[in-house]
């Protein structure tokens, strides 16, 4: 079963990485960078035509339902070419919708048909009982809202239409180029909005969802570090100082082989965690590897910069498109580190 | 492990860990330095005669040809139950090496001894003239002829040998010809201990026991069936099976052993005296552990189907694992950390210094961690050979 298992995932990966480098890439990366967004429909729906969307759908929804393993190493080679549309977002808000019912069920075929992205936002109630959720990423990007907002009997999802009267939407730019969204609703749009997820059980589709964003980004991380750290390798060969190549300093080659221990090891977790899914460890294991990816994200692109001297400290080098991108998901999880120490 | 488990994993788990708690002995448990030879092989044998003591040896050779998940079942039970490490240069080094590159009647003389435990091994690599540069070393063997034809004379002095004073037998290195490249004119050897000529030593290692020897060899004679491989191309051999070696010495064993340490610390230390930084760390130091399984894991069945996989840095990370627990022990420990001898409460035992003094090992044994950064960095990585021609 684990020889079946791997070949059928290289076979996935192979055919990721080309697709990935033709969406993506690092002059890509660096338009947006430059302001261009990071979604636009002629990519989103090239991507759904993979199916990379419907990845994590039962097939049940129309989905491929290849589950958490194929969705990290999809996710792997999004991150290896630094692609910017939002793909781990698509991914996870494909298996929720598929768990939202008969009201989702457009949103649903219109997010695997690659006509709209659809975020999926935390929500909090504030003091005057309207919801506010902060820093969602590639949140105007979205045609459409899935927001939840509650805990326990009390936890509601409810489809919204970000254009709608009633709601808010305020955008800020995060680092790489790409755009954090804040988002008010008022009360009676909230409630009027229609709810497809509710109580205790609609809570643990919820959480899978999430579960299936903290791998989906970890894997993305594992491709970029690796992606930034062939690049300084690359550097570091073909750099001459002293009359020699400044990869033959072993002061660098052993920083070079800690940012190889970090990038291999953090990729073992990742996939490993994504066995995890559907068992009781489902929820610690996307926790950790959430975590340890976005530490080891940028300790290696931090390293990166350094390994490349001043041209990695300037803008029209490619080492900060990593370094960035990596600050800019590793901040988007923040609350895995804290989901590791609650939740064994 | 994060690993999902089937149900006959599942099944093996609690067959292994219903066995250890009737048949580990009490007075072995949790125990930091290896057992002396007549304290501890009973143990030894007893999981032979279960038949788990070589869980990544093939059946055809005795073996358990478990697979790497049934691997890290049977570490993670057996941290769980606290018994002790064995000598391991029998069953993880020679064994793999002689079931690759020994004669049917090498292989036949040893594999048996070493799974029934009838026969210790040791290493014979280091000198003190060459430890991280093991190709420059000088312990000289020269075919004489003798009564009975030709044979090996070997004259020199070996170092740092894990258990060597307890060994019946050691494999080593020696110099068969000084010409040429240093790597050249090496040959591998099986010397058996009780021939004449040969000293040892104990040396205390700075956390108390006597881990390890030297020996010295004065006109040591060995027959020449005692050569692995051909004369003068031992290095050949002994790097031969060492991707199965990295496996073995990047293992998640010991790291399970200091996660059990530390949870027993954290279990006798009242909350309150540990500063809410400790605990938080003792919690994400988990994800180190889950971590190190998870590479494992991936290189050992990359290996078990053959497939190329770099396994080269597993003794980094485990190394690390390691030392991230045993600091933290130290930090739980509070003033008890100064503490020399461990406290048993109950069935746990309260050790701040004894393993994390032991664990300095870790990063020099097997390659220190600069040698492995380095063989990382121009073998993994393609960076150039410092001083090399570019």
């Not at chain 1, 949103?107 to 005057?128: M, W, Y």
Request: glycine share 8%; aromatic share 6%.
């Amino acid at each position: 079963m684990n020889a079946e298992h791997s070949a059928s995932l290289r076979m996935i990966a192979e055919s990721a990485a080309d697709a990935a480098a033709s969406f993506g890439g690092p002059v890509r990366a660096r338009r947006v960078h430059e302001g261009e967004p990071v979604w636009e429909p002629a990519t989103w729906k090239a991507i759904s035509q993979l199916g990379w969307l419907a990845i994590a759908v039962p097939e049940s929804a129309g989905g491929l339902q290849l589950g958490a393993p194929a969705l990290c190493v999809v996710a792997e080679e999004g991150g290896r070419a630094l692609l910017a549309p939002p793909l781990t977002m698509g991914m996870a808000a494909g298996a929720v919708l598929a768990e939202a019912g008969e009201i989702a069920a457009p949103t649903l075929r219109a997010l695997i048909e690659g006509l709209a992205h659809v975020v999926l936002v935390d929500a909090v109630e504030s003091a005057d009982a309207n919801l506010a959720a902060h820093f969602v990423p590639d949140g105007d990007a979205a045609a459409h809202w899935l927001v939840a907002c509650g805990l326990g009997h009390e936890f509601s999802a409810r489809l919204l239409d970000p254009g709608a009267p009633g709601v808010a939407l305020t955008v800020r730019h995060a680092v790489d180029g790409s755009r954090l969204a804040d988002l008010h609703v008022g009360r009676a749009t909230w409630t009027d909005a229609p709810q497809v997820l509710s109580g205790i059980a609609g809570e643990a589709v919820w959480r899978h969802g999430r579960h299936l964003a903290w791998l989906g980004d970890a894997a993305y991380l594992c491709g970029l570090m690796d992606a930034a750290l062939a690049l300084a390798l690359d550097y570091l060969r073909l750099r001459r100082q002293f009359g020699v190549p400044i990869g033959s300093f072993q002061a660098l080659q052993h920083r070079a082989a800690a940012c190889h221990v970090d990038v291999t090891a953090t990729r073992a977790l990742v996939h490993e965690a994504a066995r995890a899914t559907s068992t009781r460890k489902e929820g610690w294991a996307a926790a950790a590897a959430m975590h340890r990816a976005s530490a080891a994200a940028l300790r290696v692109t931090k390293e990166v910069v350094q390994f490349h001297g001043a041209i990695g400290f300037a803008d029209e080098h490619d080492a900060g498109l990593y370094l960035r991108r990596a600050m800019t998901i590793g901040a988007r999880h923040a609350g895995a580190a804290l989901a590791v120490l609650q939740c064994r | 492990m994060l690993r999902p488990e089937s149900n006959a994993d599942a099944a093996f788990r609690n067959e292994v860990r219903d066995w250890l708690a009737t048949h580990a002995p009490d007075a072995l448990r949790h125990r930091t330095f290896r057992p002396l030879p007549i304290e501890g092989m009973p143990w030894y044998r007893a999981l032979s005669q279960r038949g788990w003591i070589a869980p990544h040896w093939p059946r055809a050779h005795g073996g358990m040809g478990a697979s790497a998940v049934q691997q890290v079942i049977l570490m993670e039970e057996m941290a769980r139950a606290g018994t002790p490490d064995f000598p391991t240069q029998g069953l993880n080094h020679i064994g793999p090496l002689l079931i690759a590159r020994g004669t049917p009647a090498q292989q036949q003389r040893h594999l048996p001894a070493i799974l029934s435990g009838d026969a210790i091994w040791c290493q014979g690599y280091s000198e003190p003239g060459a430890g991280s540069d093991l190709s420059s070393l000088r312990t000289r063997a020269e075919v004489r002829g003798g009564p009975d034809g030709d044979r090996l004379v070997i004259n020199g002095h070996k170092i740092w040998t894990t258990w060597g004073h307890h060994a019946d037998w050691m494999f080593a290195l020696v110099r068969t010809t000084t010409a040429g490249k240093p790597q050249h004119g090496i040959t591998f050897v099986l010397i058996d201990m009780k021939t004449p000529g040969i000293r040892r030593r104990p040396i205390r290692t700075i956390a108390g026991d006597d881990e390890f020897a030297e020996v010295f060899f004065d006109d040591v004679v060995v027959p020449l069936d005692n050569i692995v491989g051909e004369i003068d191309k031992g290095w050949q051999v002994a790097t031969a099976v060492l991707s199965e070696e990295r496996l073995r010495i990047g293992s998640p064993a010991q790291a399970l052993r200091a996660l059990e340490r530390l949870r027993m610390m954290l279990r006798a230390t009242p909350a309150d005296r540990v500063p809410p930084s400790v605990h938080e760390a003792a919690a994400l130091v988990e994800v180190e552990v889950e971590t190190l399984i998870a590479a494992y894991l991936e290189a050992a069945e990359a290996a078990e189907q053959g497939i190329a996989a770099d396994s080269s840095y597993l003794k980094l990370l485990a190394t690390d694992a390691v030392h991230q627990l045993l600091d933290l022990v130290q930090r739980v420990a509070g003033p008890a950390a100064a503490l020399r001898d461990p406290v048993r409460r109950g069935e746990d035992l309260l050790d701040a210094t004894e393993m994390f003094l032991q664990a300095r090992r870790l990063g020099i044994y097997g390659g220190s961690s600069e040698v492995q950064r380095n063989i990382i960095a121009t073998r993994v990585l393609g960076l150039p050979v410092a001083g090399a021609k570019s």
